[in-house]
């Protein structure tokens, strides 16, 4: 409701969504500013938490699950 659009975000071309973004992130009022903020926020955690991406961060993957126990994240480093 903060952001004037005709359609819903996700049936906007790339370059709509760009658009709306750019707006947000340029806006002159903070709260449309901190909309921006959260939409990145959930962005990267997103990104950094899907298992395919785990290759290119080097993040092992949430701790106590099955490939990294609960003893590796209290492990030392380097011991």
């Known amino acids: 409701p903060l952001v004037p659009k005709l359609r819903p975000f996700?049936?906007?071309d790339g370059a709509a969504?760009?658009?709306v973004l750019?707006?947000?992130m340029r806006a002159?009022?903070?709260l449309l500013r901190d909309v921006f903020k959260g939409v990145k926020?959930?962005?990267a955690l997103t990104f950094y938490a899907h298992p395919a991406t785990r290759a290119l961060t080097g993040f092992p993957g949430p701790f106590g699950s099955a490939d990294v126990p609960i003893a590796a994240a209290m492990a030392e480093p380097g011991a």
Request: no cysteine; net charge negative.
């Open 41 to 43: 926020s959930l962005a």
């Open 17 to 19: 969504q760009d658009r």
């Open 28 to 30: 002159r009022i903070d």
């Open 10 to 12: 996700t049936s906007l």
């Open 22 to 24: 750019d707006s947000l």
